[in-house]
């Protein structure tokens, strides 16, 4: 377990296509010696905190005096499984790029950079009591544990169908960074009417067609779509500012139902305790 706050050793830098603005993307790590992470787009500095949020649809948006930057869940996913606590990401566009589809070139940039760690901890946050928050049909619900695990559920149409998944050490559950997202075919001609995935193609998502998946190399895990439904919880989790030590359980939930569940988790400080 990660017991101290850390930071990358070097700067680095990634660039690629936004998955929805379709637009060529550079983003440059530099270390951080102050708590959190944080973006800095246009001269203003967005934390990346759930409190931050102000669009959900179909990626978390943060947003801080006229500056936002989008899809921010897999890039936070990759900073979670790096163990890295405080970073500043300097990006030139408005969204961050999807590269694969996963977070795996992420995780790969950080663990190239290496880890600093300083003395200070408060980097865990313990669930004291259960916390829950619903809307129709999904859900999301934690009750205290000393770790962090989930169980995630997920239903679509065939050939997808019902997949639920219980990772229990999600610190070290890498098979969850290089599961890709994903989109039924249908989908996609009223995503793009909405002016969104314009950088969408299949070497950076998985798409699911009427009987089969459409990309010719299929999938990388036979529970690709749900891991990835876990690396999207993970990254929104990882808003919060903290590491969550708690019991986890997940269906059908997405960006608004992942915020939605932080705001609630912090409604009330007797819901957890830091350190």
Known sequence: MIKRQTTINRIFK????????GREV??????????????VHNGVTIPARYDMVTDTRLSTLISKDGSSVS?????????????ITNCLVYI????????????????????????YEFPESGVYLKVQRPVEVCHKEAFVRIKPLNMLDITMSIEFRAP????????????????IINSR??????EIEAIKKAGLAKGGS???AVVIGEDDVINPQ???YKKELVNHKILDLIGDLYTSGYRILGKVEASRTGHYLNNLFLKELFSDPQNYSIY
């Open 92 to 115: 030139d566009g408005p969204e961050v790029p999807i590269l694969d589809g996963s977070a795996w070139e992420f995780y790969q940039g950080m663990w190239k950079a290496g880890v």
């Open 218 to 220: 299929g999938l990388r």
């Open 202 to 204: 299949l070497d950076n």
């Open 181 to 186: 997202t994903f989109t039924m075919v249908e």
């Open 71 to 83: 899809t921010i869940e897999h890039l936070m996913a990759a900073f979670y499984f790096s163990g």
């Open 160 to 175: 997808v169908g019902r997949q639920k998944k219980r990772v229990t050490d999600v610190e070290n559950a890498f098979s």
């Open 26 to 39: 550079a983003l440059e790590f530099l270390p951080r010696r102050e708590f959190g992470i944080a973006f």
């Open 14 to 21: 990634v660039s690629g296509i936004g998955l929805h603005s």
